[in-house]
């Protein structure tokens, strides 16, 4: 069985392949993020790789496609030590799709949730304290962290159902697990 830390870094370490656009349809890279943003879910794993910078950078985040089984999106967030996250409003899609979307703030060691909209999805950070208190929005997914502090806004239960079962990493080389559903 593969240990979190080991599913951490194979999700991490996965080439960025998510296909953005802005508004007008034209598209973009993952770096030096507009305020609006548009992606396009193609079957598979689809995996945002952005600074913690660019996450805050986006206020509203519209999916053209709904995640789902056969759609899963994995956004892997590079926000090193304490993060102040101002939540992103997500368009286009709801609790029904939150088991197939996980933020990984795989190297947040105290992550304070912001802002005033709605997390849909599982918030990936077990190295990270978590702090939930000026963002009185819910959370449509789970929350796996080191410790969790909430005191506002509900938590509907959506676990990350999807099942890694292998990531290429950087250099495109396919690293296979017998098991990779996260808890």
Known sequence: RVDRRQRQMCIRDSSHNAQLTNPNGQSISNT???NQVKINL??????LNITGSDL???????????????????INVDASGTFNWDVWNQAGVSLQNAPFIIYN????????????STIE???FAPYADIEKI???????????????VHSGGEMHCAPFTSDLNSCENASNT???????TLP
């Open 56 to 74: 805050n950078n986006v206020d509203v985040f519209t999916y053209n496609n709904q995640p789902s089984s056969s759609k899963i999106l994995v």
């Open 42 to 47: 193609q079957n598979g794993i689809n995996y």
């Open 174 to 180: 396919t690293v296979s697990y017998t098991h990779l």
């Open 134 to 148: 000026v963002n009185q929005s819910n959370i449509q997914g789970q929350v796996i962290g080191k410790s969790l």
């Open 32 to 34: 030096n993020l507009p």
């Open 121 to 123: 999805g599982t918030v």
């Open 105 to 116: 703030f795989h190297n947040t060691t105290k992550l304070k949730i912001k802002g005033n």
